[in-house]
């Protein structure tokens, strides 16, 4: 009995074994959006970029969408008497010719903020001035973030996805102003 | 025999699990903050001063352009007024990025800026909506009857590089006619 028990165990390691490596050498990977093959990826200090497939065996050579351009992430305080501070983009770029762009989000801190939505559009784009004056947040007090001479940080993810679910995500963190009272 | 294919199917289970983990592992997402351009004492003036990169061999990022540096009331009267640039924008050259860029008016920041895989950074008026609030102060308040106080700026900016650049400067704003009422003692 027991060397019956000891038989099925040894089987079923082989099979466990034998499917994680065929995983691997599919180029299954966990990026940091969770289990879905990353096709290209980007770090530089704080900020990251990577470019998602579908968790499917067939994957495009070449992905149609882009990386989203995310120029100049920015937080200000319009007025210093008030511990209000305003989250922004200068610009968001993203194409995924010939495919039509489905959706863009924008999340700060794990908040959804914004959703973009392309009507039979190839590339999505989209102004500070779209949502002007900006997101409001709390600036924080001075060295909440960890940088001494600033206020609180907010993560933000910037996900656009196309209509052949590929997927193109920003990673990074802004950092405002400090409220001194 | 049960013994040794148990043997073996541990030791390829361990082989695999040591292979998934070195090609399989996600990107490392736990960065240190970056530090914030360090702040300098400015000259002495009322004219805008271009400060060029420090240090050897770091010359990678420009000057910052800020242009129009302006001051305006938006309501007559009121001890409100907002500075704001037409625009600010400052490059470097590849392989280096924009890290941030850093607005400080009368000693206190009041915009961060984060590049993002940038080589250059711009920005517009229309960025900070009205623009940052300062008060207007009283005529003469700047040795000028005919103006209001004047704010000093600081707009720093660096790469990854490492190479610093800042710009300093201040502006003046219209004045507004304060009045004070005497103090009214009851009795």
């Given amino acids: 009995m027991q060397r019956k028990w000891m038989a099925i165990a040894a089987v079923a390691l082989v099979v466990v074994t034998l499917g994680l490596t065929l995983r691997s050498a599919l180029g299954q990977e966990t990026g940091p959006d969770g289990a879905r093959a990353v096709l290209a990826f980007e770090r530089e200090a704080e900020n990251e970029r990577a470019i998602y497939a579908p968790d499917q065996l067939t994957q495009p050579d070449s992905p149609a969408i882009s990386f989203i351009t995310t120029n100049t992430a920015y937080c200000y305080q319009p007025d210093p008497r008030q511990d209000v501070c305003y989250v922004n983009y200068g610009e968001q770029y993203v194409d995924a010719a010939p495919s039509y762009m489905i959706t863009m989000t924008v999340m700060l801190d794990n908040r959804y903020v914004a959703r973009y939505a392309g009507f039979f559009q190839t590339s999505l784009y989209a102004s500070h001035s ?38 193109s995500a920003n990673y990074g963190t802004v950092y405002c102003p400090a409220y001194i009272p | 025999m049960v013994r040794k294919l148990a043997a073996i199917s541990a030791i390829l289970l361990a082989a695999a699990l040591i292979w998934t983990g070195a090609v399989g592992a996600g990107p490392d997402r ?53 500075i704001n640039w037409a625009y600010i924008s400052v490059s470097t050259t590849s392989p280096a990025y924009i890290t941030a860029m850093t607005v400080t008016v009368d000693s206190r920041v009041r915009a961060v800026y984060q590049g993002f895989f940038q080589n250059s950074l711009a920005v517009s008026a229309a960025m900070h909506g009205k623009g940052f609030l300062v008060p207007c102060g009283a005529y003469g308040a700047a040795g000028d009857m005919a103006w209001g106080g004047s704010h000093s700026f600081v707009i720093q900016a660096r790469d990854t590089a490492g190479a610093p650049t800042a710009n300093y400067g201040s502006v003046t704003c219209p004045g507004i006619r304060l009045i004070y009422l005497p103090a009214l003692l009851k009795g």
């Fill in chain 1, 130 to 167: 779209f949502h002007s004056p900006g997101f409001k947040v709390a600036c924080g007090a001075l060295g909440s973030s960890g940088v001494p001479d600033w206020g609180k940080g907010y993560s933000f993810v910037i996900r656009a996805r196309d209509s052949a679910g590929l997927t």
């Fill in chain 2, 30 to 82: 736990a960065a240190a903050p970056v530090a914030a351009p360090t702040s300098a004492p400015g000259p002495d003036s009322d004219s805008p001063v271009s400060v060029a990169p420090d240090g050897p061999a770091s010359t990678s990022i420009s000057y910052i352009d800020s242009t129009v540096p302006q001051c305006y009331q938006n309501v007559a009267a009121q001890n409100e007024c907002y």
